[in-house]
Each structure stands twice: as structure tokens, then as C-alpha cells.
């Protein structure tokens, strides 16, 4: 159904286009789109959701859209070139932001609770997690709050005195707490949900 979505988006978009310029333009909104999905899945390893096919594969299909119809479209010619050299230069300016440590695999989550624990400064972290929460506790936030408390366990284990796991681990659970003891078990099945599977894949 998204492939087929697609379809209908490049052939508004882009094949419908009377000229180079909205071609190009259309070319480009799809493509920095389909592109900024891709970045975010290849950092977090992961695709960006169930209901939608990987990002990488949507650019090719839109790459072979393009291909198909220069025949008939001499717009697409320089539509695809276009593409090609925005491929070609995000490639590789990514891979530049990864090597200098401005792309990095650590989520948003991991980094705010790590500075929330480092300056000690819980109540952040106690203002902040509701509201996220209060969007209808999304899956990855859940699912981000399982991997991490995971990993802070399995920090512990390693090291009983590394006292900033210790401190993470705290405030991950008093979420967790939080959840379990609301009135509406809804919260907690779904943490509880993602933890297991996270221990489950650290164990294996």
C-alpha cells in the first residue's frame, strides 16, 4: 500500500510536470524526504516504522520511476541527474558526520538521560517524560526506555560501581514504577512488553 502510495505521490509530483524546473522539484521534495527517513533509519537501525517499507528501498523505486520515463519525458533525464548527484553527495557527506561524531548512534533519549545524570539534575528528566508520554506513549519511546534500561543493567553487572549506570538506572525506573502503578495497566504491558524482548535479545 506505501509502494503504491508512492507511486501516486512521484506520478503528481513528478510526472505530471510541464517542464525541468518542477520536475526537479517535485524530484527533490520526494527525494530529501525519502532521504532524511533513511539517515534516521540507518542511525538507529531500525526501519522508522512497521506500516512503511524500508526508505532506501522507496529511493530506488523513485530512482526507477525517473529511469522509466525518460523516454517518454525529457525532463526526467534532468530530474535523474539531479537525484543522482544529491545521492552521491549526501552519501558522502554523511558518512563525513558520522566519522567527526556529529551523526551519532545514541538516541535523543540516551542523551538527554545521560546529561539529566550527570548534572544531577533529575527534575528534568521527572518534567520531561510525561509529556512525551502524554502523546499516547509511543512505541519507540517505550522501546528506547526497555533497550536502555537493559543496558544499565547489564552496565551494573559488569561493574558494580559504576555509579552513573546506577543513576540512570533509577530514573528509567521510576518510569517503569510510575507505569505499574498507574490506574490503567496500558503503560506498563507495553514497557514491560519491550523490556522482555530487549533482555531476550541481549541474552541470545
Known amino acids: ?32 524526504i525519502l532521504t532524511l527517513a533513511a539517515w534516521i533509519e540507518d542511525l538507529s537501525q531500525e526501519t522508522a516504522s512497521r506500516s512503511h517499507p524500508p526508505a532506501r528501498e522507496r529511493l530506488e523505486r523513485l530512482r526507477a520511476y525517473l529511469r522509466s520515463r525518460e523516454q517518454e519525458q525529457p525532463s526526467m533525464t534532468r530530474a535523474l541527474e539531479v537525484f543522482d548527484a544529491m545521492a552521491s553527495m549526501q552519501k558522502r557527506l554523511f558518512e563525513e558526520a558520522k566519522s567527526a ?24 528528566f521527572y518534567d520531561q517524560l510525561p509529556r512525551w508520554l502524554l502523546f499516547g506513549a509511543p512505541s519507540r519511546l517505550c522501546r528506547e526506555l526497555a533497550r536502555l534500561r537493559v543496558c544499565m543493567e547489564r552496565r551494573i553487572e559488569s561493574d558494580q560501581q559504576d555509579g552513573r549506570a546506577k543513576e540512570q538506572l533509577g530514573l528509567i525506573n521510576w518510569v517503569f514504577d510510575a507505569a505499574l502503578a498507574a ?3 496500558f503503560l506498563s504491558r507495553k514497557l514491560q512488553a519491550f523490556y522482555a524482548r530487549a533482555r531476550a535479545a541481549t541474552d541470545s
Not at 508512492?6 to 520526494?30: N, P, Q
Not at 561524531?101 to 527534575?123: I, K, W, Y
Open 183 to 185: 490506574p490503567s495497566n
Open 1 to 32: 500500500m506505501e509502494f503504491a502510495a508512492d507511486g501516486f505521490a512521484f506520478r503528481e509530483l513528478i510526472g505530471s510536470a510541464d517542464g525541468d524546473d518542477v520536475a526537479i522539484s517535485g524530484t527533490l521534495g520526494a527525494w530529501l
Open 101 to 124: 561524531g556529529v551523526l551519532t548512534m545514541e538516541s535523543p533519549l540516551s542523551r538527554f538521560l545521560s546529561m539529566c545524570a550527570q548534572t544531577g539534575r533529575h527534575e528534568m
